[in-house]
């Protein structure tokens, strides 16, 4: 197959030489070009050493010498009588190409150099990952034994609903620059550590003075007869302008709380996006036993760890607010990830921060879905999108990119060893995880590219240029 593919440059190289060659036909006063500012016989040898390499530069511009000293002269002499002799004019291109010669081969050696030296650093890289990514293949499977052995104490973990690690794994699907699901997702938390049966997000509107119903879980929505209410006359605004925990405990020692209540709250929380208070949640129905101290301190502690991750999700509210998510993964598309990676770059600027974003690419996209058609294909594409988020743990953000079989993650606070650490995380994954189609095995052909932000000045199209670049690297 490589000798196919090195005999198939070499014969489009050989015809480029004689492309350029015929056009040389139209110019008979410049044989060789010799007499023009530029010449297209030394750009095409500078640009293949370049792209290919010295042994193919030198190729193609052996071939330029050959159709230069060999069919070119006879030819003008034929085609234009004014030249009588091919001999001479053969004579002429010797005694005056021989500087221009000498510079393209010298020209064609340091495109070529540089590029060769490029591409076996490439190779050594490529090479120290595919060694490390076994490497960590074979520890692996070292380590399904002792998996083995702590897979009963672990589920015991992991069944305790109101342990730390259970908390912190669903606080992880909080992180989502989408605002609904983010919404959602707390939501799922208190329903699950609280067993509340009805509870609500409420958006708090300075301008109107009033706080407007955005999620709510448990209860007949039909059944709700307010989805707004005003800020000076009701226990959310009374949370909001005081940033205070409401209970309905309190109602006994305050006769100004007594007033406002009517009956819908057990408990009100502030919600915090960042330092200042954006909402309120409202537990408006849970069982009798869960009404305790308890729970209240763990709601405090839930809504402290979620607000970092709110901060994201309302500062891009207005982003994604309409956007059309892909049909078929539920991923914000291009125009949105763009439009976020801006705001995430200038924030990152102003408190000098860390950002990287990685490409990754499915290479045999095209093999795929023609293979198993499209909707087998989306299907596969969203187990790798729903692998990627359980890999990410909350701390990137999954987007569609430019093409079919692109994704992009978006990482807040990682510089570059982080974010070379974590393509290295990509690989393995993809490169462990069992594939299947229609019960049949498949094979996912991934590249990465990825970039950090360093200069200051880099926008984020600086950023995304540089993380293609190593992507279509990773393709020659």
């Known amino acids: 197959m490589e000798r196919r593919s090195r005999i198939r440059l070499l014969t489009e190289l050989a015809v480029l030489a004689l492309a350029v060659g015929a056009i040389n036909l139209l110019f008979p006063g410049s044989p060789g070009f010799l007499l023009s500012p530029v010449n297209p016989y030394l750009i095409v040898s500078l640009v293949v050493a370049a792209y290919y390499g ?7 511009l052996s071939c330029i010498l050959i159709v230069i000293l060999g069919p070119l002269p006879p030819l003008l002499a034929v085609l234009y009588p004014e030249i009588q002799d091919a001999g001479a004019l053969r004579g002429e291109v010797l005694s005056t190409g021989l500087i221009p010669f000498a ?19 490439l190779r050594r890289i490529h090479e120290r990952l595919r060694r490390t990514i076994r490497e960590k293949v074979s520890l692996a499977r070292r380590a399904t034994a002792l998996e083995q052995v702590n897979r009963e104490l672990e589920e015991r973990v992991f069944r305790q609903s109101d342990s730390l690690t259970a908390l912190y794994s669903q606080v992880q699907n909080l992180h989502s620059y989408d605002l609904r699901k983010a919404l959602d997702a707390l939501l799922e938390i208190i329903e699950k550590f609280t067993q509340a049966t009805s509870a609500s997000v409420w958006e708090y509107s300075a301008d ?8 709510h879980r448990g209860g007949a929505a039909e059944g709700r007869s307010k989805t707004i209410v005003p800020a000076a006359n009701s226990i959310e605004g009374w949370v909001v302008r ?3 925990v409401y209970s309905v405990r309190l109602l006994s020692r305050y006769a100004n709380l007594r007033e406002l209540d009517d009956q819908r709250n057990i408990m009100t929380l502030p919600i915090k996006a960042g330092t200042r208070v954006w909402g309120v949640l409202s537990i408006e129905a849970m069982p009798f036993e869960r009404y305790n101290l308890n729970t209240e301190r ?8 979620v607000s970092p991750a709110l901060e994201n999700a309302v500062e891009n509210q207005t982003t994604l607010a309409d956007a059309q998510m892909d049909k078929h ?8 990830f763009h439009a976020i990676l801006e705001k995430d770059i200038y924030r990152a600027k102003l408190t000098h921060g860390h950002l990287s974003v990685v490409i990754v690419e499915i290479a045999n996209t095209k093999d795929l879905r023609s293979q198993f058609g499209d909707e087998k294909y989306y299907a596969l594409l969203l187990g790798l999108v729903r692998s990627l988020e359980g890999l990410a743990e909350g701390k990137a953000h999954l987007f569609h990119y430019q093409e079919d079989g692109q994704l992009a993650l978006l990482y807040p606070n990682l510089d570059f060893d982080g974010a070379s650490m974590s393509c290295l995380e990509i690989l393995s994954m993809i490169t462990t995880t069992e594939w299947t189609i229609n019960e049949q095995s498949v094979s996912i052909d991934a590249v990465v590219g990825y970039a950090s932000l360093g200069d200051e000045k880099q926008t984020a199209d600086d950023l995304l240029d540089n993380a293609e670049h190593l992507l279509e690297m990773q393709k020659v």
């Open 54 to 60: 010295r042994y193919p530069g030198f190729f193609v």
């Open 103 to 121: 510079t393209s081969v010298v020209g064609t050696y340091l495109f070529g150099f540089i590029r060769d030296a490029t591409h076996a650093e």
């Open 208 to 215: 109107a003075k009033e706080l407007r119903l955005v999620a």
């Open 242 to 244: 005081n940033d205070i």
């Open 298 to 305: 763990l709601l405090q502690v839930i809504m402290a760890l």
């Open 329 to 336: 993964t539920g991923l914000p598309t291009y125009s949105q």
